[in-house]
């Protein structure tokens, strides 16, 4: 059973316009949430994250909402760049989170976005 | 040399061949994990190593064995695969102590057995 989904295989949006990646979570006991962005060729590398005690975390373009309620993140891009065009994962974690050990990282399958100039 | 190296980049086995990927991380860091990325499917964490010592076995087949000789090195051995073990293996790096979910991984070793 998936614990972290990304119900969007796909996503394509206009050079400048506002990006926005979803992921979905059932494990109550995550309390912690990346993204990761992957290059092909390259390894995911870490982007932005988001602690459960937090709505709300923003680092320049990026910006990461959890609604716990929900069950539920979402990553916007704003402006959206040629350059974003990447394979976009969400992860989730938590010391107590169903026995698993801390820094365990369960992922989403991906978001492939595609930024068109 | 920085970062998250692995190597091979590329492997074609047979499943009867006996194989090993390797991993070093050149960031001073003390956690380490293989990863299994097939596709369509979400990254599948395999082992995770804490101070050379192995804190995770996510009930991975006994034909893939994990070796971590230091805290910069990762290896992991492969024998009598078969054609679904076909994926891209990454492995990851963290520091404990710190936040131990930002991962940094290498680009990964596309593997496909014959």
């Known amino acids: 059973d998936q614990q972290v989904k990304q119900n969007s295989p796909s996503l394509s949006v206009q050079e400048g316009r506002i990006s926005i990646l979803n992921c979905d979570y059932t494990?109550?006991?995550?309390?912690?949430f990346l993204w990761y962005k992957k290059y092909p060729a390259e390894g995911p590398t870490f982007l932005i994250s988001?602690?459960?005690?937090?709505d709300k975390n923003e680092d320049g373009r990026f910006t990461v909402f959890l609604n716990k309620s929900a069950k539920h993140l979402s990553l916007h891009i704003v402006p959206s760049q040629p350059g974003d065009s990447a394979v976009y994962f969400c992860?989730?974690?938590?010391?107590?989170?169903?026995?698993?050990?801390?820094?365990?990282?369960?992922f989403g399958q991906g978001t492939i976005l595609t930024v068109h100039p | 040399e920085t970062g998250v190296t692995q190597t091979p980049r590329h492997l074609v086995m047979g499943m009867t061949n006996k194989k090993s990927l390797k991993c070093e991380q050149h960031?001073?860091?003390?956690?380490m994990y293989w990863y299994k990325q097939s596709a369509k499917k979400p990254l599948e964490l395999m082992f995770v190593?804490?101070?050379?010592?192995?804190?995770e076995n996510n009930s991975v087949p006994s034909r893939f064995s994990p070796e971590c000789p230091n805290s910069s090195h990762l290896f992991l051995h492969l024998h009598t695969l078969q054609p679904e073990d076909s994926a891209l293996y990454l492995c990851?790096?963290?520091?404990?102590?710190?936040?131990?979910?930002?991962?940094?991984f290498g680009p990964g070793t596309r593997l496909t057995v014959t």
């Open positions: 494990n109550s006991m995550f309390d912690y």
């Open positions: 992860a989730a974690s938590g010391a107590n989170a169903g026995g698993t050990s801390y820094g365990k990282l369960t």
């Open positions: 988001i602690s459960s005690i937090k």
């Open positions: 190593y804490n101070f050379k010592e192995q804190t």
């Open positions: 990851a790096s963290s520091q404990d102590g710190g936040p131990l979910y930002e991962q940094y």
């Open positions: 960031l001073g860091h003390n956690a």
